[in-house]
């Protein structure tokens, strides 16, 4: 197999209205100062923390993401994992070019990967399929993902 590599941004990025911000704050304010009105002052101020981190998540930029598929294994902005080290793989049916990666354990550990026009997927899934298992029903998103996904962030 050639290796392939390319670039992409790390995720497609929303752009958010002042509304979203608006809402973010009048939500977390007025949970804030409810927990604060029935003596919970340190719930007040986890939720407060919480909405200013979605705050600044949601204005950060996405970086510019280096993928390469080889014979040896996968690398994700320098970052290598060997074919032995990946636990699962699948093709996402939903999104047509998604490959899905099951890196380890844990609710972080799935990565999405846009695979670039021109790929045959056919002869990609068919090399994964004698390196490594294909999981698909195994690897379902994270509440977490999809929750992030929903919002925007």
Request: aromatic share 14%; no cysteine; charged share 25%.
């Amino acid at each position: 197999m050639e290796p392939i590599s390319w670039q992409e941004l790390e995720y497609t990025p929303k752009e958010k209205k002042p509304d979203f911000y608006w809402a973010l704050g009048i939500i977390a304010v007025a949970l804030g100062v409810s927990a604060f009105v029935y003596s919970n002052p340190i719930l007040g101020i986890l939720i407060l923390v919480g909405a200013f981190s979605i705050a600044i998540i949601s204005l950060r930029k996405p970086r510019m993401m280096t993928y390469e598929i080889s014979e040896r294994g996968i690398s994700i902005n320098g970052e290598f994992f060997s074919y032995r080290s990946i636990e699962a793989f699948y093709f996402d049916r939903k999104y047509y070019g998604h490959l899905v990666l099951r890196l380890g354990k844990g609710a972080f550990a799935t990565e999405t990967i846009n695979l670039p026009e021109g790929v045959d997927i056919d002869e990609l899934h068919n090399f994964f399929e004698e390196v490594m298992p294909e999981k698909e029903t195994e690897m379902i998103e994270t509440p977490f993902h999809l929750l992030f996904e929903r919002i925007g962030i």
